[in-house]
């Protein structure tokens, strides 16, 4: 009894004592009660389930490697950020799902990676890390800025006009929209190349060898591959159900404070979407396995970037009343561009400080304010 009490009391173990926000979200959505009550306690609902992932994630990263360990972990951690982007296109809300995945990368590049670069960097006065697995996944994301950024450019020069801040939804004409299905192919062919190229061709890179076993902590037993898999899975499942109630509130929720669509989207509805990133990025910077931090929030903003978003954008005709063009809006455009030339200056070099984090921290508070006064 005495351990348990220690162990929730502790870093790892804390998040759990809010398990009963899981149920407690689910009765309230049920029996339809205030949008504001479903908003918080589905929010904390996220946090143990996050927990959990991270738990089973640095079980799978201690046999595997950081580079199979963080794609496991960016995959079950973006299925609720999917599975809200395809609620939102049955409902027609396509700028609210592109708001969502630009702001999804942002808050991997800028928040969680700021997070953790922070918070490792208090507890270790310098941290190191792959730069060269680093900057391949940095090279992504710029190509994925540059995709994002050519249907705009091409709806500008034949005098069209980009969405505005806070519609729901905004038509373009078929060529911008067969634009948009090429460079949602291109993309996607881009992110199987990728794969091939971290798992098998190049795989040293993303799993050092002097990182892939890593003794048990004193008096843990270790976790098998496939309990830690299982874990993975079923936290990934939760978190997907509590983002999922979450997001059903939120426009609600956020009209009693004031909000705009377009926040809610972009800051909110992202941040929620990737809680399971926030929570293991965190944790491991703070154990200083700096390899897996990074790879867990450039990845997920790669997958969310090359893969994701082609995905959405290819299946949109089909699930939506209407088709979703990759063109984004000019606060969208600005914010991603700068935020990965941010993240190629900060990572390049191999190594992070605690300042570095409050750089990115920082950039991602100017970036929230422009959003909610857009």
């Known amino acids: 009894m005495a351990s348990l009490r220690s162990f929730l009391l502790s870093g790892q173990g804390w998040p759990y004592l809010l398990t009963p926000f899981i149920p407690l979200a689910i009765v309230l959505d049920v029996v339809g009660a205030s949008a504001v009550a479903i908003f918080f306690t589905s929010a904390a609902g996220v946090v143990p389930t996050a927990a959990m992932m991270g738990r089973a994630t640095e079980e799978l990263a201690e046999r595997s490697g950081p580079g199979i360990g963080g794609l496991l972990n960016v995959t079950f951690g973006n299925a609720p950020e999917l599975i809200i982007a395809l609620v939102a296109l049955g409902a027609g809300l396509d700028e609210v799902v592109k708001a969502s995945l630009v702001g999804s990368v942002l808050g991997n590049i800028l928040l969680v990676m700021g997070a953790s670069m922070a918070a490792g960097g208090f507890r270790h006065k310098r941290q190191l890390f792959n730069s060269t697995a680093a900057s391949a996944q940095s090279s992504m994301l710029l190509l994925a800025a540059m995709a994002f950024t050519v249907p705009a450019v091409y709806v500008l020069v034949h005098g069209g006009t980009l969405p505005k801040p806070g519609a729901e939804s905004f038509r373009f004409d078929s060529r911008v929209e067969a634009l948009s299905y090429t460079v949602a192919g291109v993309l996607a062919v881009t992110y199987v190349a990728s794969l091939v190229f971290s798992l098998?061709?190049?795989?040293?890179?993303?799993?050092?060898?002097?990182?892939?076993?890593?003794?048990?902590?004193?008096?843990?037993?270790?976790?098998?591959?496939?309990?830690?898999?299982?874990?993975?899975?079923?936290?990934?499942?939760?978190?997907?159900?509590?983002?999922?109630?979450?997001?059903?509130?939120?426009?609600?929720?956020?009209?009693?404070?004031?909000?705009?669509?377009?926040?809610?989207?972009?800051?909110?509805?992202?941040?929620?979407?990737?809680?399971?990133?926030?929570?293991?990025?965190?944790?491991?910077?703070?154990?200083?396995?700096?390899?897996?931090?990074?790879?867990?929030?450039?990845?997920?903003?790669?997958?969310?970037?090359?893969?994701?978003?082609?995905?959405?954008?290819?299946?949109?005709?089909?699930?939506?009343?209407?088709?979703?063009?990759?063109?984004?809006?000019?606060?969208?455009?600005?914010?991603?561009?700068?935020?990965?030339?941010?993240?190629?200056?900060?990572?390049?070099?191999?190594?992070?400080?605690?300042?570095?984090?409050?750089?990115?921290?920082?950039?991602?508070?100017?970036?929230?304010?422009?959003?909610?006064?857009?």
């Open 200 to 374: 098998r061709t190049h795989r040293g890179l993303f799993n050092p060898p002097d990182e892939v076993v890593e003794g048990a902590a004193p008096g843990r037993e270790p976790w098998s591959v496939r309990r830690s898999v299982a874990l993975l899975a079923l936290a990934g499942a939760a978190v997907a159900g509590m983002s999922e109630i979450l997001v059903h509130s939120i426009s609600d929720a956020a009209k009693s404070v004031g909000l705009t669509e377009f926040f809610i989207g972009a800051v909110v509805v992202a941040i929620v979407g990737n809680a399971a990133e926030h929570w293991v990025a965190v944790l491991v910077a703070v154990k200083n396995k700096m390899d897996l931090s990074i790879n867990i929030a450039i990845g997920s903003s790669a997958q969310i970037a090359l893969f994701v978003v082609p995905i959405l954008v290819l299946v949109s005709p089909f699930i939506g009343p209407h088709p979703m063009p990759l063109v984004l809006n000019g606060f969208e455009l600005a914010a991603l561009l700068l935020a990965v030339i941010i993240a190629i200056v900060v990572t390049h070099e191999g190594e992070s400080t605690w300042f570095e984090g409050v750089i990115l921290l920082s950039t991602y508070l100017v970036l929230a304010l422009a959003f909610a006064f857009a």
